[in-house]
């Protein structure tokens, strides 16, 4: 998943068995700023503080387990993508990564554009007020309800991912008499490297369309013939939390070549190109993602460098980044709970939390950090890995990491970096409640998403 090291053997003198760690930070009360939002820091007391405020006022006006927003992190990294993509580029905010109606609003005034991949995502974009042709309607597998809803809305565009749903989504779009813009997404053959569950692009796998052996041409040829589209473009997809750009120029490439073919086999060049998300972000100080800045440059150099060589009019590039925005946003703030010392190994230090906040550990062997926030400490660093409290040995939240010796009961403790796919992912596994996502700005935080209730868990169980 992440790039942190996997040192050869174990560093720490007292841990004798294997493990995936890197050691431990010279001043385990430092912040690493690549893995922290933009206004983390620690006050005089050495507590940490985000957007003005102490962890430990969070804790008891909100209580722990909970997500904390840092609203202008967010703002702040929508705009470095709009600025660096420019007015000739779109941005679309991949909703999967976290959404609810204030990121909606959020998103609006920022200029940004929102993808969305199911039913519920594309109703609480609208209920929020984000204008439907700035919404991309994404899916493996739409329901016909989905469409319709998507058609009647006047979204943007749909992304087609199968023959049978260039059919589908025409026919929808006849009834609606209306001519949906659509885009077709297409699997470029690229091995992205990263974890297998979220590369996308090889072949062996559900979304897209293949170019290698005419597929996409052949989708094309169907999208043209049908009246109900209007096919704006092509997009490509190759996966997420990925730091290296080269799968992304030679997707680039493929898609450009296609617009080449497209416009050889039938004299019309499609005006746009969407290259999707997938830009890795920090977990570890050991990761180093790109600034938008860069990628906005190795994408639109690729693309117009393949452009001229193809003589195609350089279309209008599109993006899809989620975590890449939010995932550095936010941090999950636990109470410290049971301490366990297993001698000769590391010490388990067990949150109010878990994989039903997180499940990427279990899920994609993530890799966090986790720091002390509600004080600071000189005591010596300990091993440790941060489990939750279901029932399972695979609950583990963040795998080895180090934090203070004298770490106990009722310390809070933060890891950064969850504002992607941690909410979003969230589950009632052993009737977990989940948590809250609270929004902090300039000496202010609010909810935005509530903490669910025992109440919330009953008034589904209608048996
Ligand atoms: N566009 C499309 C068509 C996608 O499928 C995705 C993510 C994105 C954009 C946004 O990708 P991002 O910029 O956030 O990497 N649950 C996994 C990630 C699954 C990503 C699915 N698609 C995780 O926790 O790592």
Excluded at 203 to 211: T, V
Excluded at 392 to 405: N, R
Aim: aromatic share 6%; net charge negative; proline share 4%.
């Amino acid at each position: 998943m992440s790039r942190s090291a996997h040192p050869a053997g174990p560093r720490h003198a007292d841990v004798l068995t294997e493990g995936h760690y890197s050691a431990p930070a010279a001043d385990l009360n430092a912040l690493d700023e690549k893995v922290w939002s933009r206004t983390v820091t620690r006050d005089a007391d050495g507590a940490l503080t985000v957007g003005g405020i102490a962890v430990a006022r969070l804790a008891e006006e909100f209580g722990t387990p909970a997500y904390f927003l840092d609203e202008s992190d967010f703002r702040a990294r929508c705009r470095a993508w709009a600025d660096a993509f420019g007015p000739d580029a779109d941005v679309f905010y991949a909703g999967k990564a976290f959404l609810s109606r204030a990121v909606v609003r959020w998103l609006k005034e920022e200029g940004l554009n929102l993808d969305v991949c199911s039913g519920g995502e594309l109703a609480t974009a609208l209920d929020a007020g984000m204008p439907a042709e700035r919404i991309a309607f994404h899916g493996n597998n739409k329901t016909v309800a989905e469409i319709e809803r998507a058609v009647e809305a006047g979204v943007g565009r749909i992304v087609l991912d199968s023959f049978q749903e260039i059919v589908r989504v025409a026919h929808v779009a006849r009834r609606h008499g209306v001519r949906q813009r659509v885009q077709i997404r297409v699997t470029v053959g690229v091995e992205a490297h990263t974890h297998e569950f979220i590369a996308t692009a090889h072949e062996d796998q559900k979304f897209g369309i293949a170019l290698a052996d005419g597929q996409a041409a052949e989708a094309v040829r169907r999208a043209l013939a049908l009246d109900g589209l209007d096919l704006i473009g092509v997009h490509s997809h190759i996966g997420s939390q990925i730091f290296d750009m080269a799968g992304f120029e030679v997707s680039a490439r493929r898609v450009v070549q296609l617009l080449a073919e497209i416009r050889d086999e039938h004299g019309v060049e499609l005006p746009e190109i969407d290259l999707g998300g997938g830009l890795g972000i920090a977990y570890t100080s050991e990761d180093d993602p790109r600034e938008p800045h860069e990628i906005a440059k190795a994408l639109s150099d690729i693309v117009t460098r393949e452009c001229e060589a193809a003589k195609l009019r350089t279309p209008r590039i599109s993006v899809e980044p989620g975590r890449a925005i939010v995932g550095p946003t936010a941090f999950t703030l636990y109470e410290v709970g049971t301490i366990k010392p297993l001698e000769g190994l590391r010490t388990y230090v067990s949150v109010d939390g878990g994989m039903s906040d997180n499940i990427r550990t279990a899920l994609y062997d993530a890799e966090y950090s986790v720091a002390l926030v509600s004080r600071t400490s000189d005591a010596e660093p300990m091993l440790v890995r941060v489990v939750g409290k279901h029932c399972e040995s695979g609950d583990i939240v963040v795998k080895d990491a180090f934090l203070p010796a004298d770490l106990a009961p009722g310390d809070l403790i933060a890891v950064p970096a969850t504002g992607a796919y941690c909410r979003s992912m969230a589950s009632n596994y052993n009737h977990a409640l989940r948590p809250p996502v609270v929004a902090v700005r300039d000496g202010e935080a609010r909810v935005i998403v509530r903490r669910e209730t025992e109440e919330d868990l009953l008034r589904l169980d209608v048996g």
